[in-house]
């Protein structure tokens, strides 16, 4: 198989994604490399540079490279990888086409709302709190032998208030470390679809953070229903 890149076919790649794809390119620079959408909306991107390994996009006077993972293993993969990497992008920021057209009507879901819990949602909500809650009161010497919490623990707590701070104690880096893991999968696969540093966007994080996978179902359910507003509009 060929590694070779002809000069004519290069340019004629590059020509077309500028010509056609410029909001694909916008697409791919907000999925793979983080970027906001206001970030790549003006100027609009442009493609400057195609190889097996990556493509080099311009913002303006930025320059970002895009690499692809794997490097293409011949020049003929350029199209099918651009399209599928196109399509990634599409899926991740949820971008909605109107009219079912390729081009000019797609636009990615905003989200500009926050839908607190319900239903069983608040078992995980109320007991994590209840945990956090917990650390606080160890941490401040609220259970401590002597006082009242450590008195009514030693009677329903099952191995007592020492078992209580113990496990408390214990399990709180492990705690933490899910949630805080939580949060970047949540701004990594559907920060994109909302405005970074927002109050939608904290509100929506510090759900993600106190009860996990309960706001990841709501949110998605919120990117549902705009979608199907977007495709009757």
């Known amino acids: 198989m060929s590694t070779e890149i002809p000069p ?84 991740a920021l949820g971008v909605v086409t109107e009219g079912g057209g390729d081009h000019g009507g797609e636009h990615p879901v905003v989200v500009s709302e ?17 945990y956090y809650a917990s650390c606080a009161a160890v941490k401040f010497g609220a259970v401590e032998k002597g006082s009242v919490v450590w008195e009514v623990l030693e009677g329903v707590f099952p191995g007592g208030a020492g078992g209580f701070r113990w496990l408390v104690e214990t399990i709180f880096l492990l705690v933490v470390g899910i949630h805080v893991t939580e949060m970047w999968w949540f701004d990594r696969t559907r920060g994109g679809k909302l405005k970074r540093g927002s109050g939608v966007w904290w509100a ?30």
């Not at 500028?18 to 791919?28: C, E, P, Q, S, V």
């Not at 311009?58 to 199209?79: M, N, Q, S, Y």
């Not at 239903?119 to 995980?124: C, E, H, L, N, T």
């Open 8 to 91: 004519a076919q290069k340019a004629r790649t590059i020509s077309h994604m500028n010509k056609d794809h410029r909001t694909d390119l916008a697409h791919i620079l907000q999925h793979y490399n983080r970027l906001s959408a206001k970030h790549v909306s003006d100027p609009e991107p442009l493609m400057v540079d195609i190889d097996l390994h990556s493509i080099t996009v311009t913002v303006g006077d930025e320059t970002h490279l895009v690499e692809f993972k794997p490097p293409l293993a011949t020049w003929d993969e350029r199209r099918p990888r651009l399209v599928e990497m196109t399509m990634k992008a599409r899926e």
């Open 114 to 130: 926050y839908r607190p819990p319900k239903g069983k949602d608040w078992f995980a909500f109320v007991g994590v709190c209840a």
């Open 204 to 233: 929506w994080m510090g759900s993600v953070f106190i009860e996990g996978v309960g706001a990841f179902w709501r949110f998605d359910g919120v990117v549902r229903r705009l979608k199907k507003a977007g495709k009757r509009g």
